[in-house]
């Protein structure tokens, strides 16, 4: 029996008496191996192999060209759902944002850089505070539309109330850091839990009365 690295056998050093051995003898009497009849695992198309080969040989990730984020909905719901109120310790959080901080990973060494191209907006919607947010309204809002309702099956927004843009001007935020120590923008009651229908209607609507 294989085990895996570092793993020690729980029978390690264990000795088992005869009549132990005779009962696990009789209970697996009749029984069909799982693998009775399979030739090893499913074997590849010779038209897969070759592509798998070329990519090989030319240095070629094998997953190269394939759609990222190509799991099905029920795959997406099922991974959603076994996430849904999951909290990061606090050692998980410094040991993320010491990763994120670290200056060998920004600016122009991390691997990402395009010459600072990024707006500042999405750079700090990009923050693990941002996210830490957005899921403190998604769970005092239990995860539920606050304007139609729904609940379950649906994408979620968080919405800022003060919209973020204003937030950010007002505070003249200039860089990541500051907006990391800027309390406004990480307030959970500047936030609302929205479906995307929602969502898309009152930004239709502030637009609407900024034009009129």
Not at 89 to 105: D, H, M, V
Not at 112 to 126: E, F, Q, S
């Amino acid at each position: 029996m294989a085990f895996k690295k570092g793993n020690t056998p729980w029978m390690k050093g264990k000795k088992v008496s005869p009549e132990i051995k005779k009962k696990i003898s009789t209970s697996l009497k009749g029984n069909v191996p799982w693998n009775k009849g399979k030739i090893g695992l499913q074997k590849h198309s010779e038209e897969t192999k070759k592509r798998i080969s070329a990519k090989l040989k030319n240095n070629i990730p094998w997953h190269a060209g394939k759609k990222i984020g190509s799991r099905s909905l029920i795959a997406k719901r099922h991974i959603s759902e076994g996430l849904m109120g999951r909290k990061l310790s606090i050692e998980s959080r410094n040991k993320i944002s010491n990763t994120l901080i670290n200056k060998n990973l920004r600016g122009e060494n991390c691997i990402h850089w395009k010459g600072g191209i990024t707006p500042l907006n999405h750079a700090v919607r990009c923050m693990i505070e941002n996210s830490e947010w957005r899921s403190k309204v998604f769970e005092r809002d239990n995860w539920t539309c606050q304007t139609c309702r729904a609940r379950g099956s649906i994408t979620l927004h968080a919405h800022h109330i003060k919209s973020f843009d204003n937030i950010m001007k007002e505070n003249n935020i200039s860089s990541t850091e500051e907006a990391r120590y800027c309390a406004e923008l990480w307030s959970v009651n500047n936030g609302v839990t929205l479906c995307t229908e929602c969502h898309k209607d009152i930004h239709r609507l502030n637009k609407e009365t900024i034009t009129i």
